[in-house]
């Protein structure tokens, strides 16, 4: 027997309870709602299904000798609201109820848009999306001030991180994702993996079914993307899946930037210039084949995913420095296995494993002795050089992942989970030029494994509670450099083991105060192993190596509130607020070279943060629609005395530089229904981000004047959808950055300027 729990909408529903009465059989539905027994003996039976936040629902069935799907659709104990919609993140509810800080956005509100996921995260409080330019740039995501990677990326609950430069958060069209999760702090055990300050789960659509999702758009600066979504699921249970996108851009916007004459030396503090070698593209392809619907295999897929990109390099790590011939190029060439089973040996026992390996390669080309300037202006030198260093060095980060997850429900109260997570990775360089260098045959291999064990209490429908054990493992091996004889060149290399283990834990409670007022609360002891850029460095991305980096924890702390309420019966309102408080030691933070074009990553003794995020919305009836959204962190340094100093720190008790303290959104949108013709709908909407001035450096670094601060930004979208025979046929007309305002992320690397895209989109999909 086979059924999926979902709400009166069709949104369906995670983690529900269903029990059949008077048998010992009962299971907890997965995170699409979907569950099935097995070996239910013949007769009339008695379904009872619950979930925190909906009523009890108790149905009768019969088991005879052919197949059995039952639809149940459970009714929300939040009456007073069901005249009225929340539009913008209803579909994601049962998400939001859980015990951690989560936020997930409903994905397919957004595919008629020209939204990556990155940006599509960007308008969530509590997070920001840090970009160095255009379409295709290094970004890193920040989760309530702790970033890159200390944030951790998941699809489907995988481990993103061995994907490589060929897919990405920015690269990824929002088609390709049904909702995203956003987990602030705390992370559930099943989403395995050594977060320090949060993560980002992206979901797919996995239910087996027929469906074609085609979409093309262009814009400013030679802006082109494309991406094809389709599956097909036979009765027998067949499945293949397609994922196909492609990213283009000149990225020729316009900047505001310090430029110098080559020839005469005249100085331009403020030149407007268009960037002028910043090309990107990138091409990737996912394919899956497999069956679904097995008594041994609920999922049984094996895929590939093949890309490639390609990214002129403009740029250092801040805009001091100018390119106009270096560039690097990547590909991901990675089988994956898929494998889902219910009830595994015994009733109530749910087994996930995924697992991947990527034999992909990243290289940066350097080859052209020559030196430009802003105005797209060089000098060519004689003889051998580059740029910044001349390099045809490839890396081949051979890495894989094999994550597993085990669940077992006892009854209605009681589940146990069992997630471990292990990777490796075995770096191999080579550079023609120095075909016989030595550094580049040193080992850098690492190996990590976290265990983790859980265990989740439903007192009752109101109250639910989850604890958790994390185990960290990291094996290193690697070299480093000495001069054996004294002499000047001299240069031999000494091979080192290291080995690293220690204990996390945690928890999560929710708690309803009435029904439509949620408490949450959750603490974490968590720990982040370095990782290998970290350790071994990216030439690629102007990363420098630190193999003395040690693993980072925090302490954190979440407290936050849920409430919805309407009034008229045709408004509604939604309000959700989080405090939090982060007190990290060995805290890893990213710093600049003297040079301004590179980086590296260092140790911060001991960092505090504290702060609060919010969000309001508003609906009327389905035809309006606004949020609100503020937050604010205050990252402090804490660490009184430098390594071997005996005098307090300069920068005792400042501000973190370069991470923003206060920031938010403010979205609205319009919908005119039956537009034309029935079935024709337009939606025009706005959205607005708003970044406070922070500081690129110390505080307490420089005089007052003479201190670098990223300023106030300002950055207004528009967008206009019509969509026609309820939904199958799309348009999309946007404007972004409508008033041309200067925007800055990382080291005031400069965002792009005023633009304009259209798309189109087609979707059909048939159930199964």
């Known amino acids: 027997m086979t059924g999926q729990v979902a709400e009166k909408s069709g949104a369906t529903i995670p983690f529900a309870t269903v029990f059949i009465e008077k048998t010992n059989l009962s299971m907890i539905s997965d995170e699409n709602g979907n569950f099935t027994f097995k070996n239910v003996p013949s007769g009339k039976h008695t379904l009872k299904i619950s979930a925190i936040g909906f009523s009890t629902l108790k149905k009768a069935i019969e088991v005879s000798g052919n197949p059995v799907n039952v639809s149940i659709h459970l009714e929300s104990e939040l009456n007073e609201l069901e005249s009225v919609t929340v539009m913008g ?110 993560a980002v789960n992206i979901v797919t659509n996995t ?109 250092g790590a801040r805009m001091k420095a100018v390119f106009g011939s270096r560039y690097r190029q990547g590909n991901i060439l990675m089988p994956t296995i898929k494998y889902q089973v219910k009830d595994l040996f015994t009733k109530g026992l749910n087994v996930n494993v995924n697992g991947n ?92 494994n976290i265990l983790g064990l859980g265990y989740k209490f439903d007192y009752n429908k109101k109250w639910s509670t989850s604890v958790f054990l994390k185990n960290y493992d990291l094996y290193t091996k690697y070299s480093r450099s000495y001069n054996p004889s004294g002499n000047a060149g001299d240069i031999a290399y000494q091979q080192f083991e290291d080995k690293t283990s220690t204990l996390g834990y945690g928890l999560a409670s929710s708690y309803y105060l009435k029904q439509n007022l949620q408490v949450k609360a959750s603490f974490e002891k968590s720990y982040r192993l370095p990782n290998s850029q970290e350790l071994f460095g990216s030439p690629n991305d102007n990363i420098a190596s630190n193999i003395d980096l040690k693993p980072e924890s925090s302490y954190n702390y979440n407290l936050g509130a849920s409430y919805q309420t309407n009034f008229n019966k045709v408004n509604a309102l939604t309000f959700d607020i989080n405090f939090m408080y982060r007190d990290a030691r060995d805290f890893i933070r990213n710093t600049l070279f003297t040079n301004q074009v590179d980086s590296y990553s260092v140790n911060l003794g001991k960092m505090t943060n504290y702060g609060v995020d919010g969000e309001i919305r508003y609906s009327y009836r389905k035809r309006f629609t ?10 402090r340094n804490m660490t009184k005395y430098e390594p071997e100093q005996t005098i307090v720190s300069w920068f005792y008790k400042d501000r973190i530089p370069n991470i923003p303290y206060m920031f938010g959104n403010v979205d609205a949108t319009v919908f005119f229904n039956d ?66 305002n200067k925007l800055y992320d990382n080291f005031s690397l400069q965002k792009p300027s005023r633009a304009f895209y259209i798309k189109f989109r087609y979707f059909f999909t048939k159930s199964n």
């Open 89 to 198: 993140r209803t579909a994601t509810d049962k998400v939001n109820k859980q015990a951690y800080s989560v936020t997930a956005i409903d994905a397919k509100k957004l595919h008629n848009t020209t939204l990556d996921l990155s940006h599509a995260l960007d308008r969530v409080s509590g997070v920001r999306v840090r970009e160095q330019g255009g379409v295709g740039s290094q970004s890193e995501l920040s989760i309530n001030g702790f970033s890159g990677n200390q944030i951790k990326v998941f699809i489907d609950g995988m481990p993103m991180e061995n994907f490589g430069s060929s897919f990405q958060l920015n690269n990824i069209p929002i088609n390709l994702a049904d909702r995203v999760e956003v987990y602030k702090g705390v992370v559930p055990i099943w989403l395995g993996g050594d977060a320090l300050g949060g």
């Open 207 to 315: 239910k087996p079914r027929t469906y074609f999702d085609a979409s093309y758009s262009f814009g400013s600066f030679n802006t082109h993307k494309t991406a094809i979504n389709a599956g097909y699921t036979a009765k027998s249970g067949f499945t293949t899946e397609i994922n196909v996108f492609q990213n283009y851009s000149d990225n020729n916007y316009w900047v505001n930037v310090e430029a110098a004459d080559l020839k005469t030396g005249e100085y331009f503090p403020n030149a407007r210039l268009r960037r002028f070698h910043d090309t990107y593209h990138n091409e990737t392809a996912i394919v899956n084949i497999g069956i679904t619907g097995k008594k041994y295999a609920d999922k049984l897929m094996i895929g590939f995913t093949g890309g490639q990109n390609k990214a002129d390099i403009q740029t």
């Open 357 to 448: 390996y990527n034999f992909g390669e990243e290289q940066t080309v350097d080859t052209v002795f020559i030196k430009y300037n802003w105005f797209g202006d060089y000098i060519k030198y004689n003889g051998e050089g580059g740029e910044k260093q001349r390099t045809l060095m490839k890396m081949r980060d051979h890495n894989g992942i094999v994550n597993a997850n085990a669940t077992y429900s006892l009854g209605e109260r009681h589940s146990f989970m069992l997630n471990n997570t292990f990777t490796t990775f075995d770096r191999k360089q080579e550079d023609e030029l120095v075909p016989e260098s030595i550094a580049y045959q040193q080992p850098r291999k690492t190996q990590k």
């Open 626 to 635: 606004s949020g609100f959204n503020m937050t604010y962190q205050n990252l």
């Open 675 to 740: 537009v034309f013709r029935q079935g024709n709908n337009l939606s025009v909407g706005y959205n607005l981000l708003y970044v406070h001035t922070y500081y690129l450096s110390w505080p307490s670094m420089g005089t007052k004047d003479g201190k670098l601060e990223i300023p106030v930004q300002y950055n207004h979208d528009l967008n206009l959808v019509y969509t026609m025979a309820d939904g199958k046929y799309n348009i999309a007309l946007e404007c972004k950055n409508v008033l041309d």
